[in-house]
């Protein structure tokens, strides 16, 4: 029986378990444009070993570098482009989109597939309706063995039952009680008797039932008593039965040190972990990779053998056979996924580890980049530079790697430029592969930390053409337009020969930062896509009137199609998951609405904000604009944070209009109409609706001010509909 089922992984929790230790707890995950990071964020993950990234990534980059991994090049997803993301930063699910299945062993590759089960149950003289459907009701935990009672597994016993010399009633008999044991994953003894066959008189058979009596005494937690079955076949003529049951005795042994050892959710305490038969489980399986080197047993073997280092908390030996497994051809792996092994390793190890247990350089330098984040000042690191320059003779072979940490260290956590810069190569590499790639990056962040913009966008641009591992150039995008950005050349962005091509990282700048004439120029330019044309545009007309440029406002009008798409700009605009805004926006017609206040087009009130002093209707009815679009904590309104592309001051004038501002120009205009002056209150007083904060602004009123407009609002304007339609202030 080839035990698919198996843990080739030692049953790893998955994702879940390991963003709880390394990532963060919010699901919810949304582009952050900031390359020079020193706290984890698993929503932004980036092409270069940064103490920032998830242990996983930095791994996954290490082991590309020795032609152990890949960096997949999906595009983005539905849900990637909703929010906004480019290929770089990444969410950590681009790379590791899909859990390991926590109780899975991949067979060794040199067992070819049995047949299907109910064609050999046919061929056996069974019915075919005899096989049980397909069911998932095992459970998926770290602790479950009887994920491994399958019909995968099903099939090779039967097909064995083919090749052996049994008779055929026999072998039938034999076949269906296999067939029976998919039923369930724990039997009383009378199922047992009624399942287990007993007129099994021929030596073959014998052996088969003895190891059926084996099997259902280990999926029933009888682990002593499958034990002794499975010793019993050490001398069985059947190469088959005496190789599965020799790998047996060690997972039996491995299932009884672990039975008390997880909860019901598959979480584990280590404590509780038997000592004894864990200690015989190693032997058992350096026993059978021993005997069957080539076994079709011995990838799952050894990933059995890793897990009793995890349950014996023994980091050291553990981290061995993680470097082991490294140097393996892939065949050594079982086929099992890249994600699965890299997420057990980061599980397993990196989630508890300290550097001191660990003799592997890529494994050591994946927990020196961890132990090189933000620490608070009462949070004692493991690592010292010290410690850091004492590994040194560990990364004999990789040299490169040990004096990337060093510069690493020195940036991140000294913050010494100088002593990066030497630890790093001056010259550029024939080969960006990605540690390559990580050291000249550092060296652009330590030019620009020292405001050598010019010699930092000198070594981007030279290293673009060296850029063709996944990813590569998407960064160098990113670091380019962040240098055009912070040294005050953004129309390098955006000149007609800018290697800065990324869609997303463009529309963030246009939406953000860029002033008036450049959002003019690309609102023209016929060789972008339209949809960044479209935001230009839309971000040109709604901060000419929200920033009080409204002369600029009714002339850059005419640069709207005289039929506007209809179709809401999303993402480009800074909106996730759908809402949006279209152009049409700007063509706005004004009217009574549900307020039954009579507002022009938005054009018309454009024209009357240009006069001094500005008309209350014009002021009312620009709030209903900005009301009656949800235009109030606009995402354009907003700005990125200092350290994130982007986050430089906005380059259009004027400070941002608050309609709150206008309403309480209007309450104190002595000019002001009745019913002008009535809505102005009535607004006013409803942008602390319900929750008692500012929903149309940034301005705290003090309760008693707004107290005050409610009793003018009641009194003063008592006969008008906004007056007898308000109970409350808040």
Partial sequence: MRLRGLPYLALTLGLLAAQQANASSDDSCYPSW???????????????????????????????????????ERPLSDDEQQLGYALVPFPLTRLFD????????????????????????????????????????????????????????????????????????????????????????????????????????????????????????FYNGRFSDARQRFLSLGGSALPWVQETARYMLGRSQLNQAQQNAFDDMGYPDLRKVDRAPLKVAESDFKAYLEAYPQGRYAASAKGLLRRVYWLMNDQGRLAGEYAWLFAQPESAQGGADQAQWIAEVDNKLLVTAHPADVRDPRLLAVLDLMQMRHHEANEARALDLAGLQGQKALFAEQPGLHDYLLAAWQLYVEGNLEQARQSLPQTLPEKLDYLAFSQQTLRGFSLEAGNDWLGAEKLWLQLLPLARQPLQREQLELALAFNYERSDRLVKVFADNSPVRTPAIRELLLRHVAGPELLRQQAKAEAVPAEERDTALFSLLYKDLLHGHYANFINDLALLPAEPSTKPLTASLGFVYGNGMPLTLFQWPGGKGTSGYDCPAIRDI?????????????????????????????????????????????????????????????????????????????????CYAPSGYNGCGRQDIAPAQRKQWFRALKTQYAATSWAKSLKYYW
Wanted: glycine residues 8%; negative net charge; aromatic residues 6%.
């Fill in 34 to 72: 900031n390359l020079k990071r020193d706290t984890l964020d698993v929503c932004n993950s980036l092409p270069f070993l940064s103490p920032g990234n998830d242990s996983r990534v930095n791994l996954q980059l290490l082991l590309a570098d020795g032609g152990r991994a890949t960096l997949p």
């Fill in 606 to 686: 454009a024209v009357a904000l240009q006069q001094q002093p500005q008309p209350p209707q014009a002021l009312n009815c620009f709030g209903e604009f900005i009301l009656r679009n949800n235009l109030d904590g606009f995402p354009l309104d907003s700005q990125p944070g200092p350290r994130e592309l982007g986050g430089s001051p906005t380059l259009f004038d004027g400070a941002l209009y608050s309609r709150l501002d206008g309403y309480m120009k209007v309450i104190a205009d002595p000019q002001a109409g009745g019913d002008d002056k009535a809505y102005a209150l009535f607004r006013a007083i409803n």
């Fill in 98 to 217: 899909e859990p390991p299945q926590a109780d899975v062993a991949a067979p060794s590759g040199n067992a070819k597939p049995a047949a299907p089960l109910a064609e050999l149950a046919v061929r056996i003289g069974l019915p075919a309706d005899s096989v049980p459907a397909e069911t998932e009701s095992f459970a998926n935990g770290e602790g479950s063995r009887c994920r491994s009672n399958n019909p995968a597994t099903a099939q090779d016993f039967l097909a064995q039952l083919l090749l052996a010399d049994v008779p055929a009633a026999e072998r039938q008999s034999l076949a269906r009680a296999r067939l029976s044991l998919l039923q369930g994953c724990q039997w009383d003894d009378a199922q047992l008797s009624g399942i287990l066959p007993s007129d099994i008189d021929s030596a073959p058979g014998h052996d088969f039932a003895t190891y059926l009596e084996g099997v259902a005494a």
